[in-house]
């Protein structure tokens, strides 16, 4: 099975810029109501290839800055099993879900970064492996962490991916690497806020 490694100053990597910019540049929640936002999510590799579905991203809330320097030094200093126990314990401040459907996974750390014309929106998850996967003890359980980028424009309109599992090493202080499970993450297309 080919695997895509990504060496990411995104997702889970974009803790390590939040160390750097000062507090004031990670964007208070943009609304105090949560959000919602809607894409068509796109399989562009690997089994099921080319298959779409709708889906829903609710954001019911956003990481404050310290929780996100908090994990971010847990990370550095403790390695990733440390921070997938915090995650663990942490309330779930957004999810994703196929439309018409309860759940896809929740998300425990949100923020809302500042970009070019808009807003970035990144989230880390501790990914549900279901009973027959740990039963089976399949390779997948290895990937234990869910990320989601959104890249949105001044009217909540864009595009994203989501990187429904993966397994993250600290190869030094300044770089993360976040592998994913499958060849390449889930495409987010036509995003926009409901």
């Known amino acids: 099975m080919n ?3 990504l060496v990411l100053t995104i997702s889970l990597a ?3 810029v939040i160390n750097a910019l000062p507090a004031r540049a990670i964007l208070a929640p943009p609304a105090a109501k949560g959000e919602t936002f809607s894409a068509l999510a796109y399989l562009p590799a690997g089994p099921g290839a080319g298959r779409t579905a709708n889906v829903n991203i609710t954001i019911n809330s956003y990481s404050s800055p310290e929780e996100v320097q908090n994990l971010h030094a847990m990370l550095i200093d403790r390695g990733p099993d440390v921070v997938l126990k915090a995650l663990e314990k942490m309330k779930p ?3 994703i879900a196929m439309t018409g459907t309860v759940g896809f996974y929740e ?3 949100i923020i809302s970064v500042p970009s070019g014309g808009g ?3 990144l989230a880390a998850a501790d990914r549900p492996i279901s009973f027959l996967e740990q039963y089976y003890g399949t390779r997948s359980t290895d990937y234990k962490f869910g990320f ?3 890249d949105l424009d001044q009217r909540g309109r864009g595009e994203g991916n989501l990187t429904y599992a993966a397994k993250v090493k600290v190869i ?3 770089k993360i690497e976040i592998e994913n499970l499958g060849i390449e993450p889930i495409k987010l297309m036509g995003v926009r806020k409901l």
């Open 148 to 150: 989601l980028e959104l």
């Open 3 to 5: 695997r895509k490694t």
């Open 93 to 95: 401040k957004g999810r």
């Open 107 to 109: 998300f425990k750390v």
């Open 14 to 16: 974009a803790w390590c």
């Open 172 to 174: 030094n202080s300044d």
């Open 119 to 121: 807003r970035r929106i």
